[in-house]
């Protein structure tokens, strides 16, 4: 299976991909041009974002009246059932790392304390299959300024509450740059409700630009880093370390 998904991506690497996606993949593998970006004189996180290519956004009649989910089943722990059986009471989202303020944020901050951001996208499985939904949650750069990235952190990584059968944990990452799209939303609902159990609740991270494997689910903690060599085994996320492509562009 692992061969045939990889397979996949190849041939939608090689036929799907826009000028525009191009660019911003030629962009996101030029050192030169993440160190000009990431110098502590730029680290804004609006000038991070701006340009880069949009995933096209549809309208509520576009909406797939089943969202399929996709990766690994729900964690099965007991902590994340007396969450999800208490309405996620107690639960809260750590960022930490190369921030200036590290912090932890329940559901009813992130409801209130940001703009709430909405689009209408289409999530495009590794496997095949594409779906089209409403998110809304909070722009992944509004919580990041609001703890402050310190000028050595390069990457976002996202790790998960779920793991694979064998225990190993489900983690992704994102550059700076990516992580400052304006697409890119911790998302909190879908299609207008709290997001279901069997699609990352109670947060996920939404990227439309890529494929949906970078959407990590179940979302327990964000790290700021200058590297993620030293994480699972350095390529930059779960089915990276099995061969996956770090960027998933679409």
């Not at 994340?80 to 208490?86: H, P, R, S, T």
């Amino acid at each position: 299976m692992r061969l045939d998904r990889r397979a996949f991506l190849s041939v939608v690497t090689a036929t799907t991909l826009s000028g525009c996606a191009r660019l911003a993949t030629a962009l996101n593998n030029n050192e030169t041009f993440h160190k000009v970006l990431l110098a502590p004189e730029r680290l804004d996180l609006a000038l991070l974002g701006a340009g880069q290519p949009l995933a096209q956004e549809y309208g509520p009649q576009d909406i797939s009246p089943n969202f399929r989910a996709n990766g690994f089943d729900p964690p099965s722990t007991a902590q994340y059932a007396q969450w999800a059986k208490d309405g996620w009471r107690g639960y809260g989202l750590q960022v930490e790392g190369l921030v200036e303020r590290p912090r932890s944020y329940d559901l009813a901050t992130l409801r209130t304390k940001f703009a709430k951001q909405a689009q209408i996208t289409r999530h495009d499985c590794v496997e095949g299959w594409s779906v089209i939904g409403k998110w809304s949650g909070v722009r992944l750069s509004d919580l990041l300024a609001d703890v402050g990235v310190k000028p050595l952190a390069q990457y976002v990584i996202f790790h998960s509450l779920d793991s694979d059968v064998m225990g190993i944990p489900y983690y992704e990452s994102l550059s700076l740059v990516q992580a400052a799209h304006p697409q890119a939303l911790i998302a909190y609902d879908l299609n207008d409700a709290p997001v279901p159990i069997k699609n990352g609740a109670p947060l996920r991270l939404k990227v439309p630009t890529q494929l949906g494997y970078k959407s990590a689910k179940y979302l327990k903690r964000i790290e700021l880093v200058a590297s993620f060599a030293s994480l699972g085994s350095g390529n930059g996320g779960y089915w990276e370390d099995q061969g996956y492509e770090w960027y998933a562009g679409i």
